[in-house]
């Protein structure tokens, strides 16, 4: 058995096949450890923090050679640091816009649509949008499923805190899940780590045993340790019992953690941009840097009498004069910050980002002309990254809905299946509504001429051709409505006798 291949980290199989609780707090140690310090986790964590605004720019530091060649850290010059966020907005971007509009589950077997409506809820909609936010943050990200009373439920799992452990033939055997908390020891609060390791049947749990987190044992705090993912207590006997979620739902072989990956290679939306967004974020702070060091002229005196500079500043403050003696001079120079250059490589940079990012830039102006066409054009890149996103999305709804319906028919001891369960995602562009309203106007005014044309033209016409051709332009079905048609008819014929109004009742009239 080992742990995921990126990792770099492996385990002889029998130590997480092992029933002794000190063998796998050894285990999850070691993968906990290793987990810690993988490369791969490095990425995602910078991909969490330039999310949250925490850029490589924060970090940025000034030095000098002194005359004496030695290299000092420059704190009389202005150190501005200002992370611009075109990450958030980037995924931000991508998820309103796949998931703006509630993703919808339409089927035809019947009673199984009211059922589903219970499952896909706010709560539901809610983890798909974390879903994807956490997937496009950190390259994947994991939904852990779990048996409630009333139903069964999903939440996100943090991917930074899961392992997957896989076995020589790289199926998945386990996956190990920890996160770092306080608890109150020896008078004082202190930092350990907690660990989970699921396996298809059972659950245990650990904790960190010392404060440097270095080693695991089991929790005693947890009566019954291991748990099944589906335990219960009988309150006669006070004796556990339970059950694995495969077997409660008829999955064989199920550990209840579900990936959803961001791209075939699991990189994050950063990578292609990340040295992007910190040229420009370099580019805009030297430029504040250089507007503030440079605010104010500076004095090139010649022939000063005074005592010192210090003297000579104060002077230019206080007095708005200085004497410079015979032959002086005094002349006041600025310094030309290379603002254009700089804007316009702000501007190179910031077209990189939104063209290799694959988003929509709303800044963009061009010639004033903005019609539905020209804005579904700048929604292309979006589109593209969308759509990429979209089948993996689908891939993973497809997977929590085969449980839905599992646990359905469990509770309900009912008989569905998913054969013909569709997957609605709207996308919503914004558009010009004037445009649209014309745009229809004009459609309905060109069937109208056309209705007019044909009408015209029908007393050389009989009458199943002219219905043909107003049901072309109408976009109906003739069939359907000429079935009408003839219902219409017979029923008109074989209307009852009815009593004609009081004076005639001698006679009956049949209409």
């Known amino acids: 058995m080992v742990i995921l291949e990126r990792s770099g980290f492996s385990l002889d199989p029998k130590y997480f096949q092992s029933q002794d609780p000190k063998v796998l707090a050894n285990a999850v140690k070691q993968a906990v450890n290793s987990d810690r310090a ?11 923090d330039y999310y949250n605004f925490k850029h490589d720019i924060l970090k940025f530091r000034l030095f000098y050679v002194d005359n004496e ?17 075109y990450l958030t907005e980037l995924i931000d971007q991508k998820v309103q816009y796949l998931l703006s509009n509630p993703v919808e589950i339409n ?6 649509q009211e059922l589903l409506n219970q499952y896909i809820d706010e709560d539901f909609q809610l983890m798909l949008q974390e879903l994807v936010e956490g997937g496009s943050q950190k390259g994947y990200e994991f939904v852990y499923t779990k048996l409630g009373e009333e139903r069964l439920a999903f939440q996100v799992a943090d991917s930074l805190k899961v392992i997957e452990i896989y076995d020589s033939d790289f199926n998945l055997t386990a996956i190990i899940r920890y996160y770092d908390t306080d608890i109150y020891q020896n008078g004082k609060n202190v930092r350990v780590t907690r660990a989970e390791l699921w396996d298809k049947e059972k659950v245990w749990y650990f904790v960190s045993s010392d404060t440097n987190q270095l080693s695991f044992k089991i929790d005693t705090k947890i009566a019954i340790n291991p748990l099944y993912h589906d335990t219960r207590l009988n309150s006669d006997t006070n004796e556990a019992f339970g059950r694995s979620i495969g077997t409660a739902l008829g999955v064989s ?7 959803y990956d961001n791209n075939k290679y699991k990189t994050t939306d950063l990578e ?9 974020d370099l580019m805009a702070c030297a430029l504040s840097n250089n507007l503030q060091d440079f605010d104010q002229p500076f004095f090139a005196v010649k022939g000063f009498n005074g005592d010192n500079y210090e003297q000579l500043i104060n002077n230019l403050r206080t007095r708005g004069a200085v004497g410079v ?3 002086g001079g005094l002349d006041v120079h600025t310094v030309n910050i290379p603002v254009d250059a700089r804007k316009e490589k702000l501007r190179v940079d910031k077209e990189g980002i939104y063209k290799f990012g694959m988003g929509f830039d709303s800044s963009q102006v061009g010639d004033g002309n903005i019609t539905n066409v020209v804005i579904q054009s700048r929604y292309t890149l979006l589109d593209l ?35 013909d369960l569709e997957i609605v995602i709207t996308r919503d562009t914004m558009v010009d509504e004037t445009e649209v309203e014309e745009r229809e106007k004009t459609k309905a005014e060109r069937k109208q001429i056309e209705i007019d044309n044909i009408l015209n033209a029908a007393a050389r016409l009989d009458d199943e051709t002219v219905l043909k051709y107003i049901c072309e332009v109408l976009d109906l079905d003739f069939d359907e409505v000429q079935k009408l048609l003839d219902e219409q008819d017979y029923d008109e014929d074989v209307k009852p006798d009815v009593e004609v109004p009081e004076g005639d009742r001698d006679t009956t009239q049949q209409i």
Not at 38 to 48: F, L
Not at 107 to 112: A, F, M, R, V
């Open 38 to 48: 993988a490369t791969y986790k490095q990425k995602m964590r910078i991909g969490v």
């Open 69 to 85: 060649g030695k290299v000092h850290e420059e704190t009389s010059r202005s150190n501005i640091k200002i992370p611009h966020s």
């Open 107 to 112: 089927t035809e077997q019947k009673g199984l």
């Open 253 to 259: 072989d199920f550990i209840p953690f579900l990936r």
């Open 272 to 280: 292609p941009i990340k040295p992007l967004i910190d040229d420009y």
């Open 325 to 327: 003696g015979d032959n």
């Open 385 to 419: 990254k969308c759509n990429k996103a979209e089948i993996r999305l689908r891939k993973i709804i497809k997977q929590m809905l085969e449980l839905i319906v599992a646990d359905i028919n469990q509770r309900y001891n009912k008989a569905y299946d998913t054969s």
